[in-house]
């Protein structure tokens, strides 16, 4: 670490604790509020006992540890202004919630919940202000020419040349490129035509690093084929001090996110497509749990009514229950009202030749294994309210892709169109692009379109407005079959 990085760490962990320290005296004021005004004599005659002062020191400690804890002290240069302020937002919680457990446990009445709310929504907002504003003045300060970091990228492949592309067109990172490392091959001379160099090839880059002023190596090398020359290179760097990072593209996918991960002394670089994991994910299924139990309770009458009228009206049990295809491919049973004869299933084939939708899926508007209710319960969507219990069981979302039958997945599987399977990498739902953009009208692969668009593209914003456009799509019928 140079002197300017360790005087720049040293500064913000100070801030931090200043910041932490204001907004404990912030978390105060409505306390004081209540007790009124005080005079400076009775303000300067108030006595701090010692066991809180070091009480509080040690909270300060331990609030230090957090923050290290989650590298709000290492390197963000290359990481995004959003991910550093959600690292702030889990210091921060974290640091609440010690705060509060030592009041519980210390017995201090003065720290209430609203306190402990108080002291984390100010030190959210000023930690994470402070932090961005940093990150601006840092960037300015690199594009004008100081404090670069000298890189060295090992690998002359087309992934390294795009990646140093991305490098050079963000001067404010502070990042100089002192060349390419690799054996001559024939790939070597496109390095050129984008204004770069070997400055060394692979049997003298140690000798070239000894020499050579670099802050970070970056790997770009094929692992399969050059593993032993990339594993001495990162422990030559190790000894050095010098940082190493490791492109994680490595298979040059696509449409998947990549993200770091640990477990013991095991590193991971993780390719997921969609969400993996997280407290949006953890949010998603809580909302569900909820709305779906005050909507089973709020519309029972209704369920009643049709479970009678599907009794009366037809042969047969009240629900249609079929295994479907669910999240990562994992069978489950979906629950809906039954709208056909008792034996729609064997006479499937019998009409599959009128088939008015193009791919493996089944559907016919006017189907006649439908019940004298049947069309009006598809209709009004109200055969699909069964389905909530999935959801409360949590084999569905309220939002999702609409999870296929075993039949048609197996059709699905013969096209052997593998992009289409990446709907299967979050959980299906009652609801979604589909059934809001027209439904069963829509060609088979419009609907594979829009279930991707919606993996992709994912956020709780994207379910809320989804769930806003699905009352007047079921109101209107469109679609419906």
Not at 15 to 27: E, K, N, P, Q, Y
Not at 224 to 252: K, M, P, W, Y
Not at 305 to 332: C, D, E, H, M, W
């Amino acid at each position: 670490m140079t002197l300017w990085r360790k005087a720049l760490t040293d500064l913000l962990k100070l801030t931090d604790l200043l910041l932490l320290t204001i907004s404990f005296g912030v978390a105060t004021l409505p306390i004081l509020a209540r007790l009124g005004l005080v005079s400076f004599a009775q303000f300067f005659s108030i006595r701090i006992k010692l066991q809180n002062f070091l009480v509080f020191f040690v909270l300060l400690c331990v609030w230090r540890m957090i923050f290290g804890m989650f590298g709000l002290y290492s390197s963000k240069r290359l990481a995004s202004r959003r991910a550093e302020v959600m690292d702030v937002v889990r210091a921060t919680s974290l640091a609440a919630a010690v705060l509060e457990l030592g009041a519980f446990v210390l017995g201090f009445r003065m720290v209430t919940l609203s306190f402990v709310f108080t002291f984390w929504l100010f030190s959210t907002f000023a930690i994470a202000t402070t932090r961005l504003a940093l990150r601006t003045w840092l960037r300015r300060f690199r594009a004008h020419g100081h404090n670069r970091r000298n890189m060295l990228i090992v690998g002359s492949n087309s992934r390294a040349v795009r990646f140093a592309k991305n490098i050079k067109s963000r001067p404010d990172l502070g990042y100089s490129i002192l060349g390419f490392a690799d054996s001559e091959w024939d790939g070597a001379e496109d390095l050129k035509q984008h204004g770069y160099s070997l400055v060394s090839d692979l049997e003298h880059l140690p000798e070239f690093i000894r020499h050579t002023v670099v802050d970070e190596v970056v790997l770009a090398l094929p692992m399969r084929s050059f593993h032993t020359n990339s594993a001495q290179l990162a422990e030559l760097c190790e000894r050095q001090g010098i940082i190493v990072r490791l492109l994680s593209d490595l298979f040059d996918l696509k449409a998947g996110q990549v993200r770091g991960d640990e477990f013991g002394s095991s590193t991971f670089v993780i390719q997921y497509a969609g969400k993996a994991e997280g407290w949006p994910l953890t949010i998603k299924r809580m909302f569900d749990f909820v709305v779906s139990l005050v909507l089973i309770i709020l519309l029972g009458p209704l369920l009643l009514v049709a479970a009678i009228l599907i009794k009366l009206t037809s042969p047969g049990p009240v629900f249609f229950v079929q295994r479907r295809v669910g999240y990562n491919k994992r069978p489950f049973y979906i629950c809906k009202f039954r709208t056909m004869v008792a034996d729609a299933e064997d006479k499937l084939r019998d009409f599959e030749h009128l088939n008015e939708v193009s791919g493996p899926v089944f559907k016919i508007k006017n189907d006649p294994r439908l019940t004298p209710v049947g069309g009006f319960l598809r209709r009004t969507s109200i055969d699909e309210l069964p389905q909530l219990f999935n959801v409360l069981l949590g084999d569905m979302s309220l939002v999702g892709p609409r999870p296929l039958q075993v039949r048609d997945y197996d059709l699905f599987t013969k096209n052997g169109e593998d992009w289409q399977r990446r709907r299967f990498s979050v959980r299906p739902g009652i609801t979604c692009l589909w059934q809001v953009n027209g439904r069963s009208s829509l060609p088979f692969e419009q609907w594979m379109e829009l279930d991707l668009k919606y993996v992709q593209q994912w956020s709780l914003w994207l379910d809320f407005e989804i769930l806003a456009r699905t009352i007047p799509a079921v109101l209107k019928g469109s679609g419906a079959a």
